[in-house]
């Protein structure tokens, strides 16, 4: 049964009287298997709930409420029954790849369907048996984020150590006739899934469209705490401009037959190979910029739009501010931000931090650690009076990086204000100019180690 964890001030579950430990018995005189059951059940605008209390006291709650109006709680576990774990030994994982001392949460291997339903994970399909992507039709699951790696059947089995994952096709085919979008994803790994086993894998896929709606093609993240894993190594800067070039065939074949581009290349790629990002044109709808896929040219196209409201002159008599960045956004960072230095008043200065916690292939911002940003910066901040952190480095709804650092230890050993501001353009400009009132609302980013496999 969903057991809650905590009730949010102000909430409807706090008007009922819920509380922290109470479990739903059943919603209108139905059972909640899981969290897909209760968001079905509590989209209905009149509700019958049955609660069992933490002390074991039976209540029957009526309630009415707007269709898009929650309980306002957080439950116990993510999807109320047990979280369906990875059975997969993939042998790109990136939590074989991290510290033996991190903390427990960051080694959980989910693969499962419903987190991709409600929060866009990307789940294998190797643990859904046939009755449950039955249920995902049924229930109009869509869209789904599936990882598919290669659609070459024994590739697949070996790249992920999992019998079953040679299925994927069947599975796709399934999904697709009922009309179940899916966001695909291809993680490269050099002589294993590219060359014309990209090929193989794009030809499978596209005849899908728009059922299947994208493929992104991202690089392999490799850590430094690789130790008797796979024998396996990062893309070149040669291999990285080949596999946008192949990509660039493949979108003018098929923007004319679909409409679409239908597969991109992660941003990696063009800052490996130290091309430019193509126009917003090329990204069809952005439909994976959570995987790392068009976020520089939404950076980029964001500034422009916003430049022209940038006052060329300092409402204070000096502001010095410093932003923190990973080695991968440097560049675009630098190269839009440098215009600022015009206004009167203001200087700026990008300080990339090189990942020595992870290992210096792994290059993007959202895996930066408290203490590499610590033990890099001390000494180097005297011409600083404030200096930015990106949201996207730090744990959701806390201000934790992934060591466990807080963010006000960083204000503590670093002799600056710290101010943490959306990982957008808006939110770099604008507490760059010391606009913080006046941001939008914190879009703040899992950091979670599944993420970082696809986009390190």
């Known amino acids: 049964m969903p057991r809650i964890r905590t009730v949010h001030p102000g909430s409807l579950a706090e008007e009922l009287e819920l509380a922290a430990g109470d479990e739903i018995v059943t919603i209108n005189g139905q059972p909640v298997k899981d969290i897909v059951d209760l968001q079905f059940a509590l989209a209905a605008e009149e509700l019958e709930i049955e609660v069992k209390k933490a002390d074991g006291e039976q209540w029957v709650l009526e309630v009415e409420k707007s269709y898009d109006e929650g309980l306002g709680v ?55 048996k046939d009755e449950e992507l039955q249920r995902i ?25 999992n019998k079953r994952s040679g299925e994927i096709l069947r599975q796709i085919a399934f999904l697709a006739s009922h009309n179940i979008e899916m966001n695909t994803q291809v993680v490269l790994c050099p002589e294993w899934n590219d060359g014309e086993e990209l090929d193989r894998t794009i030809r499978d896929l596209y005849p899908y469209f728009p059922a299947v709606r994208t493929l992104s093609v991202v690089p392999v993240g490799l850590t ?34 679909l409409g679409a581009s239908f597969v991109h290349a992660a941003d990696e790629f063009y800052v490996l190979a130290g091309a430019e990002v193509p126009p917003a044109s090329h990204y069809d709808d952005f439909a994976q910029t959570e995987n790392g896929v068009g976020v520089i040219r939404t950076f980029l196209d964001e500034f422009e739009e916003i430049w022209p409201q940038v006052p060329r002159k300092l409402a204070s008599d000096t502001r010095r501010v410093g932003i923190v960045t990973g080695v991968s956004a440097e560049q675009t960072i630098r190269k839009s931000l440098a215009r600022l230095n015009d206004v009167r008043g203001l ?5 990339p931090v090189v990942n020595d916690f992870y290992g210096h292939n792994v290059t993007v911002t959202g895996l930066l650690t408290g203490q590499d940003i610590v033990r ?8 600083i009076d404030t ?46 100019l010391g606009y913080t009132q006046s941001l939008p609302p914190r879009r703040r980013y899992e950091a979670t180690l599944q993420a970082a496999r696809h986009l390190a």
């Open 74 to 128: 957080e439950w116990e576990h993510p999807t109320v029954d047990r979280i369906k774990l990875c059975h997969n030994k993939c042998v790109f994982c990136f939590v074989d790849q991290i510290p033996t001392n991190m903390r427990q949460t960051l080694n959980v291997r989910d693969d499962d369907y419903r987190l991709s339903f409600l929060h866009g994970n990307f789940v294998t399909l190797t643990n859904v």
């Open 376 to 383: 890099q910066l001390q000494g180097q901040l005297a011409d």
């Open 137 to 161: 039709v049924d229930l109009k699951m869509s869209p789904l984020n599936v990882s598919v790696h290669t659609t070459n059947p024994e590739l697949r089995v070996r790249m992920l150590g």
């Open 347 to 351: 200087s700026v200065k990008v300080f």
């Open 387 to 432: 200096l930015l952190l990106p949201d996207i480095m730090l744990k959701d709804d806390e201000d934790v990086f992934l060591d466990d650092y807080t963010v006000d230890r960083v204000r503590a050993e670093l002799p600056v204000e710290v101010a943490v501001v959306p990982a957008t353009a808006t939110g770099l400009l604008y507490g760059t």
């Open 224 to 257: 430094k705490h690789r130790r008797g894993l796979h024998k396996m190594r990062a893309c070149t800067p040669d291999e990285a401009k080949r596999v946008i070039e192949q990509i660039a065939i493949w979108q003018e074949k098929l923007l004319p037959e």
